[in-house]
């Protein structure tokens, strides 16, 4: 079975400040793909970052970057200077036989 | 591109009634999801698909069918709704099982 726990229902952090979102994980596939999504109040869903289980180096995408501990088996997400347009709920997901989702993190940035 | 088109948008049903989502994607992938979105929950894997004529379950099957006829579509079918059906249902694609999903803009259903 695969399982993905995001223990932080919610977090705030001030505008310009870089905030660690976490999320856990587990499976037994030895091939999966760690990925992070934004759910602004709109509602789509949007990608952010992957990281493949055999990457040697954390992913990043402009102000997102993956801290990927495969031996803890933790894919935490971390946004560099916040901005307001960043307030939204983030999904972990993990992909492999299947596609499952964490239960998320509602950030709240504040000016 | 369309990319992943969900119908309807919105839809409210009486207890006990019968529907059908669909999804139809364009960009010729394998992999097809249905998902459902509850506050405090994020997205529960309701059904999946691995190609053309293939379904799985995933975590919160009961009460729902899919099939996958055509590999460009995936349908969702409430057979008998109940309350506990009223969410809001994404459909997603990829083209391989760890590449990322891309999402339809999602359904709001109510259940009377």
């Known amino acids: 079975a695969q399982k993905i726990t995001q223990t932080q229902p919610g977090m705030f952090v001030q505008e310009k400040e870089a905030v660690t979102l976490d999320c856990t994980y587990d499976t037994s596939d030895p091939s999966y793909g760690l990925f992070w999504y934004k759910q602004p109040s709109s509602g789509e869903m949007i990608f952010l970052i992957y990281q493949g289980s055999y990457d040697q180096q954390n992913a990043t995408e402009g102000r997102y970057s993956l801290n990927f501990q495969k031996a803890r088996k933790s894919a935490n997400l971390v946004i560099s200077a916040s901005q307001l347009g960043d307030s939204a709920m983030y999904f972990c997901?993990?992909?492999?036989?299947?596609?499952?989702f964490g239960t998320g993190t509602s950030l709240t940035v504040i000016p | 591109n369309a990319g992943v088109t969900q119908t309807p948008k919105f839809r409210v049903l009486k207890t006990g009634q019968s529907m059908t989502l669909l999804c139809a994607q364009d960009m010729n992938h394998e992999y097809m999801y249905w998902y459902r979105q509850d506050p405090g929950m994020g997205l529960r894997l309701i059904h999946y698909?691995?190609?053309?004529?293939?379904?799985a379950k995933g975590e919160v099957p009961d009460g729902y069918n899919v099939s996958r006829l055509k590999k460009q579509n995936f349908l969702l079918g409430l057979e008998s709704a109940a309350p506990s059906q009223t969410s809001v249902y994404f459909c997603?694609?990829?083209?391989?099982?760890?590449?990322?999903?891309?999402f339809g803009s999602g359904t709001q259903l109510s259940v009377l």
């Open positions: 997901a993990m992909g492999g036989n299947q596609f499952y």
């Open positions: 997603a694609s990829s083209g391989q099982g760890v590449e990322k999903l891309f």
């Open positions: 698909s691995v190609g053309e004529g293939t379904t």
